[in-house]
């Protein structure tokens, strides 16, 4: 998950170099050195041990399950049964320790700050914290259901996947814990500038005798938990039989962890763009009417098209922004081309796309190339558009398909609501504005593509600097 940390498989032998932390060692394979959990491996007691002790390796890094049937480690139990008691005694004990991770926060630092009304206020503890305390009570729910599902006799016939598609849509609080994230860092940053505050922080990590580690680094532990829940679950499928009563729920449960990781890298997508689209807005001479943060928050597609209005049929070159639920119509200022003007938008809601034919359009009277039509079913308005070319027609016409999947898919994960508003809620209200939203998961998140926001808007329209 970050560059500090060593990547490894089942069956790799590890070099401990440092074992002072009960919890993270520093270790060595091969040429690679890095961080990892102590809990995650078993120490070889006499380092002198057989490697055939050690789950098989074929070629490209699995597991050789050919012996499996003959090895095995009491009870009846195969090399499978016993990798899949170590990935569940991991999932029980790493939960049991993020309680009580979650718990000393709660208790050792929020409490102890609600105290000192003189150096806090409720807003900075809702800017540091977010909603951990909420995340700390839906933990203990969760944690106390796995207990229940957990077989202390054999660990390996826990059936434990009916707990995380129990509470996947209790898990989606996570969304607003990581998009806070980057603010609970800068206003930590600001604090601790001040030596009084980084002396109440050290002496709350003492009182609750937590281990050596700064404030932002413990608030950084849920952001990472969320995102190893698939990988926990994605291990224990591995040593799952199908046979297995718990194998259908896990793999299940695999897909909907999955799921509440990408809703929240989306949600966390669309606070980012949130900024960038307000600076764009501000950048538009003559707007009017609301913001199309009201409405929208993401660019679908943008480009330069020539409309034809009624009832000269007389044409106009515009540039339009197609936002989900709206499309914003733009003029280019005759003499320096890198200012636009608003001039007016269109409800997407209310329109369905219509492909028009190259020729004479019945309803304008004209010749047309290359065009569509945007039709109000209610009022019974008609737009009509032409791209230079066929490619950009077609890639209009694709960019419509994906408004309107955009906005259907918003309904179905609850993620609209109204943005401008959210925006001033995730914001620190003494930061500007227009400060870009820094990234979330720095350490969690693998490295996605950037967005390509940016580029889509200058490469069609300069814009002042």
């Given at each position: 998950?970050?560059?500090?940390?060593?990547?490894?498989?089942?069956?790799?032998?590890?070099?401990?170099?440092?074992?002072?932390?009960?919890?993270?060692w520093w270790g060595r394979i091969l040429d690679s050195e890095g961080w990892?959990?102590?809990?995650?491996?078993?120490?070889?007691?006499?380092?002198?041990?057989?490697?055939?002790?050690?789950?098989?390796?074929?070629?490209?890094?699995?597991?050789?399950?050919?012996?499996s049937g003959t090895r095995r480690f009491g009870m009846g139990q195969t090399?499978?049964?016993?990798?899949?008691?170590?990935?569940?005694?991991?999932?029980?004990?790493?939960?049991?320790?993020?309680?009580?991770?979650?718990?000393?926060?709660?208790?050792?630092?929020?409490?102890?700050?609600?105290?000192?009304?003189?150096?806090?206020?409720?807003?900075?503890?809702?800017?540091?914290?977010?909603?951990?305390?909420?995340?700390?009570?839906?933990?203990?729910?969760?944690?106390?259901?796995?207990?229940?599902?957990?077989?202390?006799?054999?660990?390996?016939l826990s059936e434990v996947g009916s707990c995380f598609l129990e509470y996947?849509?209790?898990?989606?609080?996570?969304?607003?814990?990581?998009?806070?994230?980057?603010?609970?860092?800068?206003?930590?940053?600001?604090?601790?500038?001040?030596?009084?505050?980084?002396?109440?922080?050290?002496?709350?990590?003492?009182?609750?005798?937590?281990?050596?580690?700064?404030?932002?680094?413990?608030?950084?532990?849920?952001?990472?938990?969320?995102?190893?829940?698939?990988?926990?679950?994605?291990?224990?499928?591995?040593?799952?039989?199908?046979?297995?009563?718990?194998?259908?729920?896990?793999?299940?449960?695999?897909?909907?962890?999955?799921?509440?990781?990408?809703?929240?890298?989306?949600?966390?997508?669309?606070?980012?763009?949130?900024?960038?689209?307000?600076?764009?807005?501000?950048?538009?001479?003559?707007?009017?009417?609301?913001?199309?943060?009201?409405?929208?928050?993401?660019?679908?597609?943008?480009?330069?098209?020539?409309?034809?209005?009624?009832?000269?049929?007389?044409?106009?070159?515009?540039?339009?922004?197609?936002?989900?639920?709206?499309?914003?119509?733009?003029?280019?200022?005759?003499?320096?081309?890198?200012?636009?003007?608003?001039?007016?938008?269109?409800?997407?809601?209310?329109?369905?796309?219509?492909?028009?034919?190259?020729?004479?359009?019945?309803?304008?009277?004209?010749?047309?190339?290359?065009?569509?039509?945007?039709?109000?079913?209610?009022?019974?308005?008609?737009?009509?558009?032409?791209?230079?070319?066929?490619?950009?027609?077609?890639?209009?016409?694709?960019?419509?398909?994906?408004?309107?999947?955009?906005?259907?898919?918003?309904?179905?994960?609850?993620?609209?609501?109204?943005?401008?508003?959210?925006?001033?809620?995730?914001?620190?209200?003494?930061?500007?504005?227009?400060?870009?939203?820094?990234?979330?998961?720095?350490?969690?998140?693998?490295?996605?593509?950037?967005?390509?926001?940016?580029?889509?808007?200058?490469?069609?329209?300069?814009?002042?600097?």
């Amino acid at each position: 998950m970050d560059d500090q940390e060593l990547g490894f498989k089942a069956g790799d032998v590890i070099e401990v170099m440092d074992a002072t932390n009960k919890e993270w060692w520093w270790g060595r394979i091969l040429d690679s050195e890095g961080w990892f959990p102590a809990s995650f491996v078993r120490l070889r007691v006499n380092q002198d041990e057989p490697m055939e002790d050690y789950p098989l390796k074929v070629e490209g890094g699995k597991e050789d399950d050919s012996s499996s049937g003959t090895r095995r480690f009491g009870m009846g139990q195969t090399t499978k049964d016993q990798m899949r008691t170590n990935v569940i005694n991991e999932i029980i004990s790493t939960e049991r320790d993020y309680i009580k991770h979650l718990k000393d926060i709660c208790e050792g630092y929020i409490k102890q700050c609600r105290k000192r009304a003189d150096m806090f206020t409720e807003e900075q503890l809702k800017t540091i914290f977010g909603n951990i305390e909420d995340i700390y009570r839906c933990q203990k729910k969760f944690v106390k259901a796995l207990e229940k599902k957990f077989n202390k006799d054999h660990p390996h016939l826990s059936e434990v996947g009916s707990c995380f598609l129990e509470y996947q849509t209790e898990f989606q609080i996570y969304s607003e814990y990581c998009n806070n994230h980057p603010n609970a860092c800068m206003e930590l940053s600001r604090l601790t500038k001040v030596n009084k505050y980084v002396y109440f922080f050290e002496a709350c990590r003492l009182l609750q005798k937590m281990i050596d580690i700064s404030l932002d680094g413990f608030l950084l532990t849920p952001v990472q938990k969320i995102c190893k829940y698939p990988l926990q679950l994605a291990e224990l499928l591995k040593y799952t039989n199908p046979q297995h009563r718990d194998f259908k729920d896990v793999e299940a449960a695999l897909n909907a962890m999955k799921n509440v990781a990408r809703l929240i890298n989306e949600r966390k997508r669309r606070l980012e763009n949130i900024d960038k689209i307000a600076q764009w807005q501000s950048s538009i001479e003559d707007w009017e009417g609301e913001d199309v943060l009201v409405r929208s928050s993401e660019l679908i597609y943008s480009g330069e098209l020539t409309k034809i209005s009624h009832p000269q049929a007389k044409s106009q070159q515009r540039m339009f922004f197609l936002f989900d639920h709206q499309l914003v119509c733009c003029k280019k200022d005759l003499l320096r081309r890198d200012i636009l003007y608003y001039k007016s938008r269109i409800n997407m809601d209310d329109m369905e796309i219509l492909d028009v034919e190259d020729g004479k359009d019945k309803d304008f009277n004209i010749s047309v190339k290359n065009a569509f039509k945007l039709h109000c079913r209610d009022t019974e308005e008609v737009h009509l558009f032409c791209a230079k070319k066929p490619e950009q027609k077609q890639r209009w016409l694709k960019a419509f398909e994906s408004e309107r999947r955009q906005v259907q898919l918003d309904q179905e994960t609850a993620v609209t609501r109204p943005y401008y508003d959210f925006l001033m809620r995730q914001k620190h209200p003494t930061l500007p504005t227009t400060l870009p939203q820094q990234q979330v998961f720095m350490l969690a998140e693998p490295k996605r593509k950037p967005s390509n926001f940016w580029q889509n808007i200058s490469r069609l329209t300069p814009f002042r600097k």
